[in-house]
């Protein structure tokens, strides 16, 4: 393996990334979303509606289950003498948290699907099989331009959505509250097991699809994992807490690990030009 090889392939797969408008628009999207509108409208926009922490609060009867069965470990986090700051730690603390997931999952398998299925749609992947780099520069490299991206974006986007969080509501906190003990498992260890995971499946999908759609809609089927778990804290069946994230990320890592054994039995030259493992 040469590093060279595998730094200059990944470098070329970021330059194609940006000129495909089906996988940059969503890269830009999705984050800002997530990063900054929702937290702004809770903390900025609410509270200047006619519109109390008790309706929101009240508007949904899974809100008011959430809460009525939060575990104490994380229900010290919240004084419930403080409506308006209640309302944003259970919404934006603990409710919402599971939905950052997103953020990863989306950039690495939109960057994976266009370095191995996308570049073969192109036709422009035979001159890099050619050249001496090997299967294992190749795969490292295509895989790298990936991860690297998606790890990066997501502690970035975490370190914006935490200026934000201890910003925009401070004269309701008037104290840095954000981030919670449980978003520290949930961004540096259960994200990049998420991304290894989705990178090794669109690997293993993209011997098999001959085009970037097909093999970014299939991989990204992995986002159901958020909605799973997003609707289990929703409905109270599961709670967040450090050592359920733990526990979730290492059960993430074993999947990764499996799914990674397999990519690299995948990955090989013939499959990349022919779609064929």
Same mark, same amino acid.
């Given at each position: 393996?040469?590093w060279?090889?595998?730094?200059?392939?990944?470098?070329?797969? #970021?330059?194609?990334?940006?000129?495909?408008?089906?996988? #940059?628009?969503?890269?830009?999207?999705?984050?800002?979303?997530?990063v900054?509108?929702?937290?702004l409208?809770? $903390?900025?926009?609410?509270?200047?509606l006619?519109? /109390?922490?008790?309706?929101?609060?009240?508007?949904?009867?899974?809100?008011?289950? !959430?809460?009525?069965?939060?575990?104490?470990?994380?229900?010290?986090?919240?004084?419930?003498?403080?409506?308006?700051?209640?309302?944003?730690?259970?919404?934006?603390?603990?409710?919402?948290?599971?939905?950052?997931?997103? =953020?990863?999952l989306m950039?690495? /398998?939109?960057?994976?699907?266009?370095?191995?299925? %996308?570049? *073969?749609?192109?036709? +422009? &992947?035979?001159?890099?099989?050619? $050249?001496?780099?090997?299967?294992?520069d190749?795969l490292?490299?295509?895989?790298?331009?990936?991860?690297?991206?998606?790890? =990066?974006?997501?502690?970035?986007? !975490?370190?914006?959505? @935490?200026l934000?969080?201890?910003l925009?509501?401070? *004269?309701?906190?008037?104290?840095?509250?954000?981030?919670l003990? $449980? #978003?520290?498992? =949930?961004?540096? #260890? &259960? $994200?990049?097991?998420?991304?290894?995971?989705?990178?090794? =499946? @669109?690997?293993?999908?993209?011997?098999?699809?001959?085009?970037?759609? %097909?093999?970014y809609? /299939?991989?990204?089927?992995?986002?159901?994992?958020?909605?799973?778990?997003?609707?289990?804290?929703?409905s %109270?069946?599961?709670?967040?807490?450090? %050592?359920?994230?733990?526990?979730?990320?290492?059960? !993430?890592?074993l999947?990764?690990?499996?799914?990674?054994?397999?990519?690299?039995?995948? !990955?090989? *030259?013939?499959?990349?030009? +022919?779609?064929?493992?």
């Open positions: 393996m040469k060279k090889n595998v730094l200059t392939i990944a470098k070329k797969d #970021w330059i194609e990334v940006r000129q495909n408008k089906y996988a #940059w628009v969503p890269m830009i999207i999705i984050p800002i979303i997530f900054v509108i929702m937290p409208v809770f $903390t900025l926009l609410i509270p200047n006619n519109v /109390t922490p008790q309706d929101v609060m009240n508007s949904d009867a899974d809100i008011q289950f !959430f809460v009525e069965r939060m575990p104490e470990t994380l229900a010290r986090y919240i004084d419930f003498n403080k409506p308006m700051e209640s309302m944003i730690v259970i919404m934006l603390g603990f409710m919402l948290a599971p939905m950052f997931l997103i =953020l990863p950039y690495a /398998t939109t960057i994976a699907a266009e370095s191995f299925a %996308g570049e *073969r749609e192109r036709k +422009t &992947i035979e001159s890099l099989l050619y $050249t001496p780099a090997s299967d294992a190749l490292l490299g295509k895989g790298a331009a990936a991860a690297v991206p998606s790890i =990066l974006v997501t502690w970035i986007g !975490f370190a914006v959505y @935490t934000i969080l201890n925009a509501p401070y *004269r309701f906190f008037q104290r840095i509250w954000f981030p003990p $449980t #978003w520290w498992p =949930l961004i540096f #260890w &259960i $994200t990049p097991a998420l991304v290894v995971m989705s990178i090794a =499946l @669109t690997v293993i999908i993209s011997a098999r699809v001959h085009n970037f759609l %097909g093999a809609q /299939t991989s990204s089927s992995v986002v159901l994992l958020v909605v799973l778990l997003f609707a289990s804290q929703m %109270g069946v599961l709670y967040l807490s450090v %050592g359920v994230e733990m526990i979730m990320g290492a059960v !993430f890592w999947i990764a690990l499996v799914l990674g054994y397999f990519a690299v039995k995948t !990955f090989n *030259r013939g499959a990349l030009l +022919t779609g064929k493992s």
